[in-house]
């Protein structure tokens, strides 16, 4: 397939440490990609489901005590520890490289290794990067071909250039206690064993495209980020850009490809999705800093989709999708999980394969259960998703899931007033996870689990790209959640959230004033549009409430920013403590 030395010599090298029993190179074909499907069924390691209803849809199951990514078991190895920063499990490269290759030594014996060359973004863009990964899945092989770019063509690309991350997966025993999802920066390398599930496997996604890149980001001038990517369509045609950042729970893949309420459809107003997990951000020839998704399809949690919260989504897994740990409903051979619609099928078997009662109160579908589906089959996906250019980005937003503290939304009063309120993004957890309701947990930029380096000199990066972006994008902090006082939801969400992306545009158009208070910019009550809203309790009063600042709870969560600053330590910019003091005396006047 290539004449390139770089891969060459190095998959030589891994043939022998993991030894397989054949090699089969990835083309990209439909013919090749159709016999794959035909022998992971054959296997059992996919279930075909009913192609009239789910044309090109299949069921795979985990092993249950691999379902999630494990944050606990991911490290960053750079020569020097320091250059992972606290907030990253590191160990000395050396020491990590032979711990794994006696772990991978002959794990592919009686396997077949299949090797993916595949593209972040647009095969053959200048913004584009290319990867190479080894693994011993189909079902890895297959989500890959969803996710990302693949084939014969990404080769042609490479040409004989030795620019290209190299990753390593062997699913090998699925063993907990031996399992490792290790990133060497410095080498361009991952390396993954012992999962099959999605986040640690699917090497393109968070491994390459945040915590590799984000360290390649720093060192070229550019970003790596955990964020959508929509645009709005104006009655005239125009369309206008935004980026969001939320940790994960907050829905991000909801916002990204939301349907905009009556008032703004009859207008002629439309949203369209270019990216609902990662965007790479550069500054473009015109000033403006440019966003394009380098995935190629959407990994999505399957509990809570459904036509209320996310009708695009439900439409994108309707063919083409890789169905992962939710219900099998044996009925008429389809898929179910939670939240999907009030009638759970009787005759189903639950995510581990088990026979299933809905009444027992156990879960049918796991929660992390996912969709793996094509961008391309989304009724809302942008005429830019395949630009080479990306799209220029009038606003980015940071948000959490806060009961009472965040209003609504504000603006940050400049760039690095708004890296601050990226820094300080935090999220409650709530009652569906196990542990305390309601406790802070600090996820700056919603990178934490994401950041291939120190999360200081990640700061820095910030600070330093807003001196290089003569026209940056504003900076705005949203909260959908807030809560009253029996811990109901008061913004409606979804769709309306709109109304708040509406308030974003025209203050970055300036077109509409707000008021000054110590967090930023805010609107007036009335300045986001509530027409239609009565039914859902929303009323002047309600967003006036919405929009309120207690000063004090600002003040309580200042301790919580100040805590993890110092837990960064002294690659923390000094820009971000000047922040903090401003932000402080304008607290305290
Ligand atoms: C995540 C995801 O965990 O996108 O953030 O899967
Ligand atoms: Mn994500």
Request: charged fraction near 25%; glycine fraction near 8%.
């Amino acid at each position: 397939m290539t004449k390139n030395t770089a891969v060459l010599n190095w998959l030589e090298e891994m043939k022998n440490l993991v030894k397989p029993d054949k090699v089969v190179w990835i083309d990209g074909s439909k013919e090749q990609a159709d016999e794959l499907r035909a022998e992971a069924c054959a296997t059992g390691e996919m279930i075909a489901l009913n192609q009239e209803k789910l044309p090109g849809c299949y069921l795979h199951r985990t092993a249950v005590n691999d379902v999630a990514r494990v944050e606990g078991r991911t490290f960053i190895c750079t020569s020097k520890k320091e250059d992972a920063g606290a907030t990253n499990n590191w160990c000395d490269p050396k020491e990590m490289y032979a711990k794994l290759y006696k772990l991978y030594d002959g794990s592919y014996q009686g396997r077949t290794m299949y090797v993916i060359p595949y593209s972040m973004g647009v095969i053959g863009s200048k913004f584009s990067k290319i990867g190479i990964e080894l693994t011993d899945s189909i079902y890895v092989v297959l989500n890959m071909l969803i996710m990302t770019r693949v084939g014969t063509a990404v080769l042609e690309a490479l040409g004989d250039s030795p620019d290209f991350v190299k990753g390593l997966h062997a699913k090998k025993d699925i063993d907990e206690e031996n399992r490792y999802i290790v990133h060497f920066p410095e080498d361009n390398t991952i390396m993954s064993v012992n999962s099959g599930y999605g986040g640690n496997v699917l090497l393109g996604k968070k491994c390459f495209a945040l915590r590799i890149a984000s360290y390649l980001a720093r060192k070229e001038g550019w970003l790596a980020e955990h964020m959508l990517i929509l645009g709005v369509e104006a009655p005239n045609g125009e369309t206008r850009y935004i980026c969001a950042a939320f940790p994960s729970a907050c829905g991000k893949t909801n916002l990204a490809m939301l349907i905009p309420p009556e008032i703004y459809q009859k207008k002629g107003y439309k949203v369209w999705c270019v990216g609902d997990d990662i965007a790479w951000l550069r500054v473009g020839p015109d000033g403006r800093l440019w966003a394009m998704n380098p995935e190629n399809g959407f990994f999505g949690v399957a509990p809570g989709t459904n036509l209320k919260s996310n009708p695009n989504a439900l439409h994108t897994t309707e063919r083409d999708t890789i169905f992962t740990n939710v219900v099998h409903n044996l009925e008429d051979n389809t898929v179910w999980w939670e939240g999907l619609n009030k009638t759970p099928p009787t005759n189903a078997l639950n995510w581990k394969g088990e026979k299933w009662d809905p009444a027992s109160g156990e879960k049918g579908a796991h929660p992390n259960s996912r969709f793996t589906a094509v961008a391309k089959n989304c009724p809302c996906i942008s005429k830019e998703f395949d630009s080479t250019t990306g799209v220029p980005i009038d606003a980015i937003i940071f948000g959490g899931r806060r009961a009472k503290t965040a209003p609504l939304v504000y603006q940050s009063y400049d760039w690095n007033h708004g890296v601050y309120v990226g820094s300080a993004m935090a999220s409650e957890t709530t009652a569906a996870a196990s542990g305390a309701v309601g406790v802070v947990r600090r996820d700056p930029m919603a990178m934490l689990p994401f950041c291939g380096y120190n999360m200081g000199d990640y700061f820095a990066h910030w600070i330093e790209m807003g001196k290089k972006i003569p026209h940056a994008p504003k900076i705005f902090n949203v909260n959908w959640f807030r809560t009253d006082d029996e811990g109901n939801f008061i913004w409606p969400g979804f769709g309306d959230n709109m109304r708040v992306l509406m308030w974003i545009l025209d203050r970055c158009e300036e077109k509409v004033g707000a008021v000054q208070t110590p967090i930023g910019y805010m609107p007036k009550p009335e300045d986001i549009n509530i027409e239609g809203l009565e039914d859902e309790g929303i009323t002047p009063a309600v967003m006036k409430d919405l929009l309120s600042v207690d000063k004090d709870l600002w003040k309580e969560d200042i301790k919580g920013v100040k805590e993890f600053y110092a837990k960064i330590g002294d690659r923390m910019p000094k820009e971000l403590y000047d922040e903090l003091d401003k932000f402080e005396a304008r607290l305290h006047a």
